[in-house]
């Protein structure tokens, strides 16, 4: 009994694992669509997706996007 609750859990682990995943993927699109918006502020992109900065400024630099350059980015 003990290894098939054992392997339940785990189940249910990967699971959660890949909804987050998915989720993370949506709001990195989300932080890269307020970044095209005007949003030139990563910590408030990061306060808004719950994402962290680093994670932010990865997913920027990941589309081409310099955030350390918002004086020049329309």
Avoid: C, F
């Avoid at 502020?41 to 719950?50: M, S, W």
Wanted: charged residues 30%; positive net charge; without cysteine.
């Amino acid at each position: 009994m003990q290894g098939s609750r054992r392997a339940e859990l785990t189940d249910r682990a990967a699971e959660v694992a890949a909804r987050r995943a998915g989720a993370t993927a949506e709001l990195k699109t989300i932080a890269i669509e307020l970044w095209r918006d005007g949003l030139h502020n990563v910590r408030q992109i990061a306060t808004t997706t719950t994402l962290s900065r680093a994670t932010v400024y990865a997913a920027l630099r990941a589309e081409g996007i310099e955030p350390t350059q918002r004086a020049t980015e329309k």
